[in-house]
């Protein structure tokens, strides 16, 4: 069998089944893992990136550096969690030079000034092509992560800002389209939303961020919240472009925005969108003018 | 300027010159970070195994699993740690079959279980060639957790077992010399000292794993606590073969024992070999029949 044959969530969801449940911590099936530490609780999650797939030999490297630990810090964000401390692990593809690193250790470490975090080790290796790990490590309150299994029936679905502007500047690079220089930077240098979060922690009932896209994204809290959501169409804040459709912006990845559900009652902050509900049932149904719009598969797939 | 020109320590020194001293963490410079957890501190460690460095493609992917996660538990016990969790970021080669990543896993979770580590998450993606990322994380009482940096003049050297097996093993199966198994299995199959460390718990002031190769990983408890250390020849247990010659051994790497230093009036635990003392100066000296002995460059060296 070949791993296309069960695609990258069905050999997740493989692993999880061969291991154990952990005692004092939560494992597989959130944006982190979540270990006991006191009063405290420890947020921790891995992300890799690839050279060929996530990006290519011609990238800047200052702005690869800045995201990826950007999009770390984000998986941390996704649980309202504040992050802390990082560990990086760079296998050096052949040719690359050492200025390519400096410039990319000054991203990396720029992000982890802005946001606090301190890199505490790592491991340096050659390799064939450049891969990145990041192992991110955030805290949280005891019991205060919120997790993307505990939405309810009822409940608003929100979102701290604008769709699809990250695939917008991926496409408008991917054809060599000049200028949209906005928007290339939302696709190159993503913001994690740590505050926005943070915002949201008294009144949200589950929390991701949106790293696979808008709509992949909705369906994995309604999977692990073992709910439905229904989306409106009219109430989504779509990118202000017209480079994209709104087809694409719904399905392209890494707007890196934070994905809730809150209580329907709850005082939303400035700057969220209420775009849906959280019902009966399963999946996510799309509704434009009042009826349900089929997409055609969205999201990235690894294999 | 080429990474080769500063190799890999010397790419890690400048990556840690340019980090910030962390807030309730100990970073860069020891087998694991360490950051504080109530009553307790984590031991936290990251390592790469890259396709064509680390493995080939040929590689059994049962026994690279268990070393996967075996030399990331024996961070932790380089630091008389317990290792409780670990993530998996795997990044899947081209034309990798299903059932490779089967064997791997079954690998890595029979050594999760033997050593009662759980495995809380990871990545996995697609890549050009196979690279294995684990994140290991260990336990310790607040302020136990023995660090590479507190070697005192006046202490002992000592080893947990045989040296140089690995190498020898390593040797045996790059020129397709039949039989040796047993060393075979050393070097494909690498035993994480965890009871071992323990037993030093109460009179280690110094503790390392051999990884690198014994003269190289004293040179890091040297260097890093400041001290010289000089090691007797004679005392050395070396692996008993001669597949390999003792110069090989002293320099070839992971053989996973713990070496540690200890307080010169301690007791010894059963198992363990003084082979050298700590002294003023810098650097490790090798004495043979009292005479002071070079040894070539010593180690692998990534760039």
Redesign the interface.
């Known amino acids: 069998?070949?791993?296309s044959?069960?695609g990258?969530f069905g050999?997740?969801e493989e692993?999880k089944k061969?291991?154990?449940k952990?005692?004092?911590?939560?494992?597989?099936g959130d944006d982190?893992?979540i270990?006991e530490?006191?009063?405290?609780e420890?947020l921790?999650?891995?992300?890799?990136l690839?050279?060929?797939?996530?990006f290519f030999e011609d990238v800047n490297p200052y702005l690869l550096g800045r995201k990826s630990l950007a999009v770390n810090i984000s998986d941390v964000a996704a649980m309202a969690g504040i992050p802390?401390?990082c560990?990086?692990?760079l296998?050096?593809g052949k040719g690359?030079?050492?200025?390519w690193?400096d410039s990319f250790?000054k991203g990396f470490?720029d992000v982890?000034?802005k946001y606090n975090v301190?890199?505490?080790?790592?491991?340096?290796?050659?390799?064939?092509?450049t891969?990145i790990?990041v192992?991110i490590?955030g805290e949280n309150k005891k019991g205060k992560s919120i997790k993307r299994s505990t939405a309810k029936i009822g409940d608003l679905v929100v979102v701290s800002g604008m769709i699809g502007c990250s695939f917008a500047g991926f496409k408008a690079l991917k054809d060599n389209i000049e200028g949209f220089e906005w928007l290339k930077d939302k696709h190159l240098n993503p913001k994690p939303m740590v505050e926005e979060a943070l915002k949201l922690k008294d009144i949200a009932t589950a929390m991701i961020d949106i790293s696979d896209g808008l709509i992949q994204d909705c369906g994995h809290i309604a999977k692990s919240s073992k709910v439905g959501i229904e989306l409106f169409w009219d109430k989504i804040p779509f990118c202000d472009t017209d480079i994209a459709t709104e087809e694409e912006m719904l399905c392209g990845g890494e707007d890196y925005q934070i994905l809730a559900t809150v209580k329907s009652d709850a005082i939303l902050p400035d700057g969220f969108y209420v775009i849906g509900r959280v019902v009966e049932g399963e999946g996510v149904v799309l509704l434009k003018d009042g009826k349900k719009v089929k997409l055609k598969d969205c999201g990235y797939r690894?294999?």
């Open positions: 069998m070949k791993i044959d069960i990258e050999l997740i692993i061969l291991t154990k952990p005692k004092g911590a939560v494992g597989i982190c893992a270990i530490c006191g009063d405290k420890l921790v999650s891995v992300d890799a690839v050279e060929g797939i996530h802390r401390w560990f990086l692990s296998s050096i690359v030079a050492k200025q690193i250790m470490l982890a000034e301190y890199l505490l080790g790592g491991d340096t290796t050659s390799s064939e092509k891969v790990n192992t490590i690894h294999f």
